[in-house]
């Protein structure tokens, strides 16, 4: 049923985690799917590729922003 909605009225997304500043990922309310910003900021569905991707720049993003603080 939750299904019959996306389909007539489209997905509801919410944040479901901030990657980074401008990355992150969204997944519907009433269906589940999961779908991340790419490159060019649309939205994408979100594969195990994407996953990791997502995971390496969360990192990445966690150390520098952790120097940064350090720093000043």
């Known amino acids: 049923m939750k299904k019959v909605f ?6 509801h997304y919410s944040v479901s985690k901030k990657v980074t500043l401008h990355i992150k990922e ?3 309310i009433h269906c589940g799917k999961e779908v991340t910003t790419d490159v060019s900021g649309n939205l994408s569905t979100l594969t195990p590729e994407l996953q990791d991707i997502n995971k390496t720049l969360e990192t990445i993003y966690q150390k520098r ?3 940064a603080e350090q720093a000043a």
């Open 6 to 11: 996306c389909n007539l009225f489209g997905h």
């Open 26 to 28: 969204y997944k519907c």
């Open 65 to 67: 922003h952790r120097a």
